[in-house]
């Protein structure tokens, strides 16, 4: 069978015929996909099938931009090569595309759900969602507040309008310090390009957090328990390399539809999970810089909640009329949050040095 396009037949129709003819029969077909939020009319000379066009958006929204000056786990570093948000996603997307191309699973599928998957993690990192988190009276979690994002709070209020497939692998991708492969249950992406993020999330995190901590100089290669070193190997690329050709081999060995690890894999990516948490996430000098992120957010958000929003616009910072007097209390705290979690490390201390630190000014 030819997949070269045909002229004068519908190029989009075309590529749904390829992916049923060459993806698994576990993969998530786009001509299957539960739709949007908002019907949209169908462009019949388009040239890409939705989960493509999920990922165009979610590439071209202001919010993924704003990924590039967010903390991933060091704040504000000096260096240029440490992590940031955005490099993070970059790097989930990459390893959870080489998965699915492996397991012939829907590639911009599983694209579109690791883009944006952090959309809504808060300035400072984990800092920041912990501070939010106890300060919102519903509380506040970055994956659904990626949700948020991508249903209400881009372009100015519209939302992205997402397929349900990207949507529900967004807010399912979120693990913290649970089972690192659930078989099923609440949190469980419905697509296996979903489950296939979540655990490429863990994979790069545990890596790249490694890498950026010896690069920081808070770990030496050789800190590192022989016994994980024995399972993945002792350099960044081998340990990558080796986690993904076991989730890969294991899987397709089963063939059931389910994601593989092996025993031995499984316990050396938790040991050196357990290993980070306790030697770079609960570092002593990085919480101290988490307890002064922890005060940012804290007083930026209490001064909000009573006089409004304060904006930078060009020299000058200003409270919009509207916000000047809150409707009630719960819309206030949803504006509040909503805004401080949207800003980047670097707008979150300017925005705090303006309304915190003295100006130095003189009499003439």
């Known amino acids: 069978m030819s997949f070269v396009p045909v002229i004068g037949r519908s190029i989009k129709k075309q590529l749904e015929e390829r992916e049923a003819a060459i993806l698994s029969p576990f993969a998530a077909l786009s001509a299957d996909s539960r739709g949007r939020r908002v019907e949209e009319a169908e462009d019949m000379c388009d040239i890409r099938l ?3 066009r999920d990922r165009d958006r979610i590439i071209h929204s202001k919010t993924f931009r704003r990924l590039k000056h967010k903390t991933q786990v060091f704040l504000a570093p000096a260096g240029d090569h440490y992590r940031t948000r955005l490099t993070h996603v970059l790097e989930v997307s990459q390893i959870a595309r080489t998965i699915s191309a492996a397991l012939c699973l829907n590639e911009p599928l599983t694209e579109a759900i690791a883009l944006g998957h ?4 808060t300035p400072f990192g984990h800092a920041g969602e912990a501070t939010l988190n106890e300060l919102h009276p519903d509380g506040f979690k970055h994956y659904r507040h990626s ?14 309008n997402l397929t349900w497939e990207v949507r529900n692998g967004i807010v399912c991708h979120s693990k913290g310090r649970e089972e690192i492969l659930p078989r099923s249950g609440r949190g469980v992406a419905e697509t296996l390009e979903g489950q296939v993020v979540r655990l490429a999330d863990i994979v790069a995190y545990v890596n790249h957090d490694l890498d950026d901590a010896v690069r920081a100089g808070l770990l030496e290669e050789t800190d590192i328990p022989a016994s994980i070193v024995t399972v993945v190997g002792s350099s960044h690329s081998q340990r990558i390399g080796a986690m993904v050709r076991d989730i890969i081999v294991e899987t397709l060995s089963q063939g059931d539809g389910n994601l593989r690890i092996s025993e031995p894999m499984l316990e050396a990516v938790g040991e050196l999970r357990s290993f980070l948490y ?7 000098l990085v919480h101290r810089e988490f307890v002064k992120a922890q005060r940012i957010i804290t007083e930026m958000y209490g001064y909000f909640l009573e006089h409004g929003l304060v904006k930078r616009a060009g020299d000058d910072w200003t409270i919009a009329e509207e916000d000047r007097d809150w409707a009630d209390d719960k819309t206030a705290h949803r504006r509040v949050c909503d805004y401080i979690a949207g800003m980047t490390d670097n707008y979150a201390i300017s925005v705090y040095e303006h309304l915190f630190m003295p100006s130095p000014w003189s009499v003439r």
Request: hydrophobic share 30%.
């Open 147 to 160: 949700l948020r994002v991508v249903d209400h709070l881009e372009k100015k209020g519209r939302g992205l």
């Open 50 to 52: 939705p989960f493509q």
């Open 118 to 121: 952090d959309l809504g993690h």
């Open 278 to 284: 306790e030697n770079v996430y609960r570092n002593l």
